[in-house]
């Protein structure tokens, strides 16, 4: 049951909406006089259903400080929503789990991290309620690892120092780096940093640098990405020997059917194509069964 002395000292504020403006001079606020006051509702619930979803979150057990929250959002770009939702995030994970929340922000770019660093001051300027401080990481201040032993010491640190400079003129010899470390490492450790990597990397040119690291380096290797470049090899090269075989048969390709070899991308298709050029005389015996 809610007691009168609470009534008391929030109601009056809403019988009296100037009051704030001189309670503001004993606590010391410097704020502008006020021009009107409107009462709201103070129904904080959600009128309706919405969603709101943290990229990763992990609770860290220390020995000495206890558990913390880590929510880790990976951000790509300066978005001007952003802080309110993190704001949101850190607000409800406090309320929901009584435990220290913490939040990391991975960036790219340097300009994405300094934004996104803050601090983000939240409430009145005279006397912010609220400070949003993520932690930051990104090109600035993550360590460029091109020492191979370094970076068999902390694979994990050597992955995110790849994706994290996914962007820098030194890729090359990042991701080379990466690679080599790779090599004596056991499968159950490689497999996800190959693909973390791919995935990082993105459509950056770096991209097909480590497909082709991935290829050559680490051949011995089955992962899905490893598997889709060597599927990929096997597609040219039978292109490139059923062209072959039609050449030395004689074989005419209009252009359509050329067109239609060049864009096939499955091997065992090219395989059949490449049996049957063995005996054809046109392009229409290779594309169809006798």
């Known amino acids: 049951m809610v007691s009168s002395p609470h009534e008391a000292m929030h109601r009056i504020f809403q019988e ?10 004993v606590l010391g606020i410097s704020l502008p006089p006020p021009v009107s ?11 309706r259903p919405l969603e709101r979803r943290v ?31 993190w704001a949101y995030y850190l607000s409800f994970l406090y309320t929901k789990y009584r435990t220290p929340p913490l939040l990391l922000v991975v960036c790219q770019d340097r300009a994405t991290a300094e934004w996104a660093a803050g601090p983000v001051l939240i409430g009145h300027r005279s006397w ?24 068999r010491k902390d694979l994990a640190l050597a992955t995110l120092s790849a994706i994290t400079h996914a962007g820098d003129p030194d890729i090359g010899a990042i991701l080379k780096t990466l690679s080599a470390a790779l090599r004596d ?12 990597t ?39 090269g039978r292109a490139e020997s059923l062209l072959t075989v039609l050449e030395l048969r004689g074989v005419h ?38």
């Open 16 to 25: 009296y909406p100037n009051l704030f403006s001189r309670l503001s001079e």
């Open 37 to 47: 006051a409107t009462i709201l509702p103070t129904d904080l619930t959600e009128p």
């Open 55 to 85: 990229d990763t979150l992990l609770r860290i057990d220390t020995e000495s400080d206890g558990a913390f929250l880590l929510a880790v959002e990976s951000q790509g770009k300066k978005d001007p929503d952003k802080p309110a939702s």
């Open 128 to 151: 912010p309620s609220l400070t949003l401080r993520p932690l930051v990481a990104g090109p600035h201040n993550i360590p460029v690892i091109r020492d191979v032993a370094e970076a």
């Open 185 to 196: 490492a056991p499968e159950g450790i490689v497999e996800p940093i190959v693909e973390l």
């Open 198 to 236: 791919a995935q990082g990397l993105g459509n950056r040119p770096a991209a097909e640098q480590w497909r082709n690291l991935v290829a050559v380096d680490l051949s011995f290797y089955t992962s899905p990405l490893s598997e889709e470049i060597r599927d990929e090899g096997r597609v040219e």
């Open 253 to 290: 390709l209009t252009p359509e059917a050329r067109e239609r070899i060049d864009a096939c991308r499955d091997a065992e298709t090219l395989r059949t194509w490449l049996t049957r050029a063995m005996t054809a005389d046109s392009p229409e015996d290779v594309f169809t069964e006798k």
